[in-house]
């Protein structure tokens, strides 16, 4: 039966390749008998570079710069801190601020918007706009199918959210699910956030029902038991896993033990936290020593003005956050361990980029736990929703939560220390500063800090350069796209080498900048989220959202990293050549039009009615 098993998967290998790659070309004789003949063997499946090294890409999610202790926060991450001491902790690198257009630009290595992400593939979050329909095309392939194309065995785990709605269910097409981008297996969930202990979860084109284990424990044994097949069947092959977590995504739901750690830890509240994180960010070197904290943000209370009933509540959200976060990092060791075990571990690179965004502000000011939030459900007075989550405080963390639960706003500052701002605000660092730890034992022998500007779309090359292998002028027959990043292996050896990636744009529901050799310009949507959902008690904004009305903000970051002076007034000249530059850069990407939460809000009404009126038909 097990040799049954294994000749399966070598044919389903092989005929995976047939699909993948162009028919080699055959050069042998033909006459009318064999005899006379010159047979020529085919070798249909590519192998990879003798010795090249495994690949393990790890992406969290919903983690701010100043979360996890690698990087100076108040949350344990020895294995995060094991893997950047023994590495290189990249401390100026970017996501694209939120979930689907971070993971798109990561696996393609072009920017977001280039690849039709410029939101996300869901309908209500999407748009019918050439680069907001959320369909990745195949001229735009993956780190996934260049690989597996070289000698390579892909692995997909956990979160995915790059198909569109209507082609999540068993009857695909799969071309957008993980199977239809280069992978062998997966295993995981396709939307944007699950249950961690009751996970929507699909494996290999099928969904399929969990066993209500944590997702964090089923992620890594999954992530095993394919090392443990690939090193039964064919140990020198080498694998690229991309093991990307439901954490620290909402909902933020962990086994008491975790969260238990953190009892009364957070009690002295967020402002405490962001100057102890602040101090230890300057005494790991991974911010300037001359830097300043930025002052808190005007929707978030100095915790000495919070109540004491809301002290004790949010102290608790954050308990849970944290315990969520640690027991993130155990699994990721745990991971980590059976490389090492099994010998592969000093000729594995890892990239663990922790977050594809900063902390997230959809908590709002008191945190959310079930369903009924104030986004759902605006017939809520301030006052009475703050009673309604005061009161389920016993449900924080536990098993029967919403998939919102999160929390307060006050927290996602804090996490995101040093930084303004949050998930989603993509003129913000806060949204986009995100830390990257490589470690690669054989491979870089160097440790420490690099600080040149690095962004997703520079790790498809690095990877590249890495393995030796070499970008193709087609994938199944479709013409490529050029990568747009600049690989990262020329700062290993020189810690001060000039930056390659030297202008990005960023733009999330019409939150948008551009940096260009240090200076970056930057324009915060509004309405915002808030101002569009507000309590139904308190006023409904007046503001039209058009995108011209936005105020553009200019800032140093060779000086200023995280922008606290803004120098609109002072160089207006410089603020107008940016501008200039990002409007260039929008209509070479169509990034027009800006499609903002209005939009969205507009689009999640048309399908809730497109599901009343369903039954009738």
Known sequence: MKRKLLSALLISATLQSFAQNEEPQWNGKINKSWKASEPQKVEYLKKAKPGAPNVLL?????????????????????????LANNGLRYTNFHTA??????RAALLTGRNHHAVKMGLFPNYHLGADFPSYDGHILPENGTIAEVLRDNGYSTYQLGKWHLTPDEETTDLGPFVRWPSGKGFDHNFGFLGGATDQYKPDLVEDNQHIKPDGRHLNTLLTDKAISYIDKQNSIAPDKPFFIYYATGAAHAPHQVDKAWSDKYKGKFDQGWDVYREQVFANQKKLGVIPANAKLPDRHPLIKAWKDVPVEEKKSFAHFMEVYAGFLEYTDYEIGRLVSHLKTTGELENTAIFIIIGDNGGSKEGSEYGVITKTNRFSNASFTRDEYRKFVLSEFDKVGGKEVASVANYPLGWAQATNTPFKHWKGDANSEGATHNPLIVHYPKGIKERGVRNQY????????????????????????????????????YSVANANAPSKHTQQHYCIFANRAIYKDGWKAAAAHRPTTLELFPYSDEPKTTLDGNPDNDIWELFNLNEDFNERVDLAAKYPEKLNELKALFDSEARK??????????HAAIRQKQLLQKQIEKPRQ
């Open 97 to 102: 601020g939120i979930c689907s257009p971070t």
């Open 58 to 82: 790890i992406l969290l999610d919903d983690v701010g710069f100043g979360a996890t202790s690698a990087f100076g926060g108040l949350i344990n991450t020895p294995n995060f801190d094991s």
């Open 454 to 489: 690095s962004h997703l779309i520079d790790i498809f090359p690095t990877i590249e350069e890495i393995t030796g292998v070499q970008q193709p002028e087609n994938i199944r027959g479709y013409k490529q796209t050029p990568l747009q990043g600049a690989s990262l292996f």
């Open 589 to 598: 990407y169509n990034i027009y039009p800006l499609i903002d939460f209005e």
